[in-house]
């Protein structure tokens, strides 16, 4: 069964940093993309960055020139450098990804970490 662990989250000041990690239970490369999302109270999930296999990276306005989005293969996983965050990048980060092989082409969440940034 693929498993998608989050971790990294936590509560930080306006203008800090964070970095979410995202391990995958299966070989990294059988997904395309990986992606973090993020869902912040009384709003819908929005998407916040893309890794295709191929290593192209996507962002969302919001968030370029601030977060980067990478990877460790020999690891299994994905990061999220968060920096300079402010409040309204409080929010339940999520990791996303897709499956592409014969024996698995769903589309697997995590279970979230909390993100919070105080003023």
């Known amino acids: 069964q693929v498993q998608l662990v989050e971790s990294g989250g936590g509560v930080v000041e306006a203008g800090g940093s964070l970095r979410l990690s995202c391990t995958t239970s299966?070989?990294?490369?059988?997904?395309?993309?990986v992606s973090w999302y993020r869902q912040a109270p009384g709003k819908q999930r929005e998407l916040v960055a893309t890794?295709?296999?191929?290593?192209?990276?996507t962002y969302a306005d919001i968030v370029k020139g601030r977060f980067t989005i990478s990877r460790d293969s020999l690891k299994n996983t994905v990061y999220l450098q968060m920096n300079d965050l402010a409040p309204p990048d409080t929010a339940v980060y999520y990791c996303?990804?897709?499956?592409?092989?014969?024996?698995?082409?769903?589309?697997?969440w995590g279970q979230g970490t909390q993100v919070t940034v105080s003023s």
């Open positions: 890794i295709s296999r191929g290593g192209t990276t």
């Open positions: 996303n990804a897709q499956g592409t092989t014969p024996f698995d082409r769903n589309n697997h």
């Open positions: 299966v070989n990294l490369f059988t997904f395309n993309p």
